[in-house]
């Protein structure tokens, strides 16, 4: 339907140009004004495609009253219509997307000609329009998956040199200097509950958004220069908790790490924001790792965290023995500088907690790891914890044997048979039924490669075969091997392949010629 606004101030001049309308097109809707000032009233109710204005008019010209229209509708169409052959203004009618005119008395066949090829004109534009839109919507949805891969590059060590730049510049996100981690723990099932926090984060853009796998969400925040850590922290906090349904409120938990100033070091603060989670019963629904009371006294900060940094790496590689050999170290330590045993058993407990949260995210499901009775010696602290160890070992190595031989080999395949789409870890997380995380660390460990330089390969590959064929321009491949940005894949093309994808297609060509 297109909605077409007749405007003179001769009442004959638009009926007569309404009937002639109605009667050669279809799918048209006409309203009329008898001057400006009118058709800017009507414009802003009606909203039309097509305005047939005339120029010589008491009170307010048609050109003051396409200005005014403009200044809210500016896709609008104009058809000038004068008495006059002689347009004196018509540098500043094409300024203001005036497409034609009309001479009074116009012949039928003049305005059938006028209106029909202006209605192509709305037709092409409309076509135009939806393919923008739906070529924006993918590139939003891309940049989301894009955004999680980030984020698990990020905090779980899979970072490759040649796509990580690409990726935080394509996510279109203004990153400060200054971040932080959030770790937010959800009641399982929180699909729901994820996609309204990912549109939270998106509407402040303040920040990046991980993958949601079981009950834990990351989030790298944007430390602001206009307010205080604690302040921004907190506010952004409570916005996220009004997000909870009045149900599953007690469910949900937010731990809030330091702040660092590289991305190198945000793996740490992600760390701290999980070890801020140890306690979720808490009436106030968010803590600081920096509050965290000291469990030890005296207990060096820097040589803990350097710990907690092994302990996670340990966790997350299934080295079992070293995970053992850390809860003996600390127990021995401990004894030997004669902690008493309730402060032994929070430490170890938080260590244990710690694990918990780590298996978790991998997708693993072990057992809240919890003391079924209070220990009288360290001996007892010892076998007991030895005991809850053994549970989670034993619920890490039952979800690996559930993993099939041929399940990076099916994901392998996928990514081949699908490069041209926008494949995520979470995507790929969904096909195989695996975390996120777990994928990534399991594609590097048996392929040698991760898994985004695996994908960005067989892209490569692709835009390679098809730029033999020299009737596809380069825009054309870039969105057929799945890229969305000529700029980014020339960009992740010349680091791949040493040369510009110009440079390379005519040198191949020349070849080919050869």
Not at 145 to 166: G, P
Request: aromatic share 10%.
């Amino acid at each position: 339907m297109v909605k077409i606004l007749i405007v003179d101030d001769e009442q004959m001049e638009r009926d007569g140009l309404q009937m002639v309308i109605e009667k050669h097109f279809s799918h048209i809707v006409i309203q009329q004004a008898k001057n400006g000032t009118q058709a800017v009233e009507v414009a802003k109710e009606f909203q039309p495609d097509l305005v047939f204005m005339d120029i010589q008019m008491p009170g307010q010209t048609g050109l003051e009253a396409i200005e005014q229209i403009n200044a809210d509708n500016p896709q609008i169409k104009y058809i000038l219509v004068s008495a006059y052959a002689t347009f004196d203004y018509a540098r500043t009618a094409m300024k203001l997307g005036v497409v034609d005119y009309l001479v009074k008395p116009s012949r039928i066949s003049e305005i059938i000609k006028t209106v029909e090829k202006v209605l192509l004109q709305i037709e092409e534009d409309r076509k135009t329009l939806e393919v923008n839109k739906q070529q924006q919507h993918t590139l939003r949805k891309a940049k989301s998956l894009f955004e999680t891969d980030v984020v698990t590059q990020l905090l779980f060590d899979h970072v490759h040199e040649v796509h990580l730049d690409e990726l935080v510049e394509l996510i279109d996100m203004q990153a400060t200097k200054e971040k932080f981690v959030m770790s937010l723990l959800l009641p399982l099932g929180s699909e729901a509950n994820y996609s309204t926090i990912k549109e939270k984060m998106r509407q402040t853009g303040s920040g990046w958004v991980g993958a949601l796998y079981g009950r834990q969400l990351p989030i790298i925040v944007f430390r602001k220069q206009d307010q205080s850590y604690r302040s921004q922290a907190t506010m952004l906090a409570r916005d996220l908790l009004t997000l909870a349904k009045a149900d599953d409120n007690k469910e949900w938990f937010i731990g809030i790490g330091n702040v660092y100033s590289s991305l190198d070091e945000i793996k740490q603060s992600y760390q701290e924001s999980l070890i801020a989670t140890r306690d979720t019963t808490l009436p106030v629904k968010y803590r600081f790792y920096a509050d965290l009371p000291a469990l030890v006294s005296g207990f060096d900060e820097e040589t803990s965290k350097q710990r907690e940094q092994q302990f996670f790496d340990h966790i997350r590689n299934g080295e079992w023995d070293d995970i053992y050999d850390s809860f003996t170290e600390v127990i021995d330590r401990l004894e030997k500088e004669g902690i008493n045993l309730l402060q032994v058993q929070q430490r170890v407990m938080e260590l244990l907690w710690i694990s918990y949260r780590v298996l978790s995210e991998m997708g693993v499901e072990p057992d809240a790891p919890f003391y079924s009775f209070q220990a009288t010696d360290l001996r007892q602290l010892r076998a007991e914890t030895n005991h809850l160890l053994e549970r989670m070992k034993q619920s890490y190595e039952e979800y690996n044997a559930e993993l099939e031989d041929d399940t990076i080999q099916q994901i392998r395949q996928y990514i081949i048979d699908h490069a041209h789409e926008d494949i995520s870890l979470e995507a790929l997380g969904r096909k195989v039924g695996l975390s996120p995380i777990y994928i990534s660390k399991i594609f590097k460990e048996q392929l040698g490669v991760n898994y985004i330089h695996f994908l960005t390969e067989c892209r490569i590959e692709k835009a390679k075969k098809l730029m033999r064929d020299p009737s596809k321009s380069l825009k054309e491949i870039t969105f057929e091997v799945g890229y969305h940005d000529p700029n980014y894949f020339s960009k992740v093309f010349k680091k791949m392949c040493h040369a510009s994808p110009t440079e390379y297609r005519k040198k191949l060509l020349v070849s080919k010629s050869d």
